[in-house]
Every structure is written in structure tokens, then in C-alpha cells.
């Protein structure tokens, strides 16, 4: 049951995520030159920072995700502590990377749109960085019953969406106004 919620979430904020992307092209093929003249381009250096700690964070991520299958509280105990780790780090790059925009969110119409995909996507990492801390404290719970595992699964398809969404929309973000 808790997949299809977990599915039902990453269609929604999916879509979400796609409008803004939509958006942020027809916004840029509106203009002459984006972004405008007036605002330098991104500083994609902190994109690839960020784009490396997400991909690397796969890694104890699947061990989670196996270990849940397998019911092997221990690895998933310990790589959720590590995901966490991680995860924390994803939202810290995020604030470097919304300052790397190098514009406001109110200045024009490409700050607005590129504030958008990155606050849009930080609130869905924030969310789940939040879920992700709760979930291993209740991991450390000498109650812990063998059937909780399972929500590591559904943590690990949530991590991998974030993750998987974010390349794209960070590429764009950060690397299109270089070849647009």
C-alpha cells in the first residue's frame, strides 16, 4: 500500500517539476537572450558539486534498499545514517547553489523561473531529508517491527526521483544559459 502512496507522490511533484522546466524553456525562447542581458549567467560549479553528492548518495542508498528486502536491520540501520549524512549536505548545497543563480528571484522573469525550479525541488529535498531523519530515529526503537523495513524501500524510490529529477533539472538550470 505505502508504494502506491509513495508512486502517487512522484507523479504528482513529478508533473510539478516538469511544468517548471516547460516554463523555464518558454520563458527562454521568449527572450533574445537568456538570461538577459543584464544578469550573468549561472556559476554551474556548485551544480556539479551537488549533482556528484546526490549520485554518490545512491550507493548506501541501494545497500538501504536491499537491506530492507533482505530484513537486515543492521545495513539499513547504518546506511540510513549515512543517506541522512547525505541528504543534510544535498539541502546545505542547495542555498549555494540558489546564490550561484548570480540573480533575485524578483529581478525578471528568468530569476523567477530558475528560483522556482530550484525552491520547488528543495522543498520536495527538505521534505524528505526531514521523513529520512524521522525514519532512521524510529530504526533505533527497540520496538522496531520487521514490517517497518518496508518504508525503507519506499524511502529509497523517493531519494532515487529526487535524485533522478534533479540532473535534468539542474542541467537546465545551470547549463542551458551557456548554449541557449
Known sequence: MMWWGTLGFVIIEGSTLLVLAFSYIYLARN????????VPPPSPGVFGVQAAVML????????????ARRVDLRTVRWGMVIVCAFAIATCV????????????????AYGSVAWGVLVAHATL???ETAES????????????????LSAASDNAIYWYFLTLTWLPLGGLVFLSPYFM
Open 93 to 108: 548545497l542547495r542555498g549555494f547553489e540558489l546564490r550561484a543563480l548570480n540573480v533575485r528571484w524578483d529581478s525578471s
Open 133 to 148: 531523519l524521522v525514519f532512521t530515529a524510529v530504526l533505533f526503537k527497540p520496538d522496531l517491527e520487521e514490517r517497518d
Open 56 to 67: 554518490l548518495s545512491l550507493v548506501p542508498m541501494i545497500l538501504v534498499d536491499r537491506g
Open 31 to 38: 527572450f533574445d537572450s537568456w538570461p538577459p542581458a543584464h
Open 125 to 127: 529535498l527538505l521534505l
